[in-house]
């Protein structure tokens, strides 16, 4: 058994956000002084009780891992038949992969349930009928046969929100208007306005990272599961182990407090087995792979079904698969000459610069140059609030009124800087809206660490991947940087997304 060294701060940090509220964990790993480190851990993990006989594997030590990490309402001790899962997700860590992947498993997913349920239901049933135990039955034998469950984690709302208040937030890409009034439907209320902004926990609030994560009222249960991702990624990205070194206690507290895990993580030497292999991972960076989905008919009720069986297996095989690094060009130079293009893709795209132009008026002063694409994706338009294009029409068109498009501040500690966001819709029934982004804030931890860098015409694009896919595409123009970034599910092409960058006009 060995024990972690007492100083290496970004490894469980890096398990942490990929649980999102595992942060508890990850603030415990970077200080480690030994044994009785593991034991005050321990102490803080049994406030609540374990899991009951969960169908989890314990792997030998070192092995690869594979965590089961469900988001619910369940309350330790009270019965599973009133329990919601919002968020199932799998998350792969293996100190010979360079990322940690996560594969999140829709909760309306369709399956077959045993007698004493409902014969035909979606995947969150299983939790609520039978548990820990079915929900891993049924993954296993239904959706990706071979799994193996190391650890299992329940997270409820509490924990999630208390825990980013104790981090101090998260700056977050809003990719459109998030609005509800509970008091008109079945859903919980949200007001969030679109554009880079700094959200916090909100478990009572309507305007907080709560909100965002769950909201599921005019969107897909993908495209819900995306925003979660890519929360953990803004996460990420922006904080360090500093921060849970100095919030250590706190969060340790909350995570014990809110959060139930197998036996196994209530021991020293699961703690130890698990912290050592992530420890191992240390630099590793988060890889999201998508489930293969596609829509039943809602009849009466609306379920997520994988396009195919092949697909749905070649999804848990790249899960599964060790990332291989990409060599990395030892001459700045050469990659930058390597990549240098005079002429920027433009396949799939269309010139729109009348409505481009036509956001920039509706602006007005915003505190700095506007820019628009010249090119936008032909199939998308930009959302409109005097037409209300965009709008949900259950809801006061009042409410969008200063939306589409948005100028606003953002908050950085004791600085405001000014913001503007023009927001494009792709495809409203399935929620997927791309974004153009401006602001005085010219190092916003959302553009740290990029992926490559390429030029067209003298303007130097940065570009931000996910797992493959292309995110996001920033360049520095005078005293203020402008973006575009994809829909949460990334279904922009990457040659568009860089189209539309390099195509960046101004305003006036």
Partial sequence: MRLIPKTRGGALWRFALAAVLVIGLSAGTTAVAGLLEFHSIAIDLNQTPALKNARVTLPPPGAPQTLLLIGSDHRAGTSYNSANTDTMMLVRINDKSSTINLLSVPRDLQVQLPVGCSSTDKLNSAYSCG?????????????????????????????????????????????????????????????????????????????????????????????????????????????????????????LRIFGAHVQTDHSLHTEDGLINLFDLILDADSHDLKSIQFPYSFTACNPECYVVPTSTSAEHAAYREFMTPTVAEAKSTSSSSSQHKHRSTKPPTKGLAADPGDGKSQAGQLGDVGLRVYYPKLIVASSSYCFAITGNCDEPDEPASEYAHSYPHRYLIRAGNTKYSAYVMTLVANAPLGEYYDVE????????????????????????????????????AAHIGKAVYWISNTLIDSIPASQMIGMAASLTAAS
């Fill in 438 to 473: 401006g602001t005085t804030w010219k190092h916003p931890p959302i553009l740290r660490s990029p992926t490559k860098t390429q030029t067209f015409n003298g303007r130097k694009l940065y570009e931000y991947y996910n797992g493959g896919k292309l995110s996001l595409v």
């Fill in 131 to 251: 548990g820990p135990n079915l929900l891993i039955k049924t993954l296993q034998q239904q959706v990706f046969p071979g799994l193996v469950v190391n650890h299992i984690l329940d997270v409820n709302f509490r924990a999630f929100s208390d825990m980013v208040d104790a981090i101090g937030c998260v700056y977050t890409m809003v990719d459109h208007r998030y609005y509800n009034n509970s008091a008109l439907t079945d859903y919980a209320s949200i007001d969030i306005q679109p554009g880079y902004q700094r959200l916090c926990g909100g478990l009572n609030a309507d305007n907080g990272a709560l909100s965002f994560v769950r909201f599921r009222h005019t969107d897909t249960d993908i495209v819900r599961e995306a925003r979660q991702q890519d929360f953990i990624r803004w996460a990420k990205d922006e904080y360090g182990t500093s921060t849970l070194v100095s919030e250590r206690d706190k969060l």
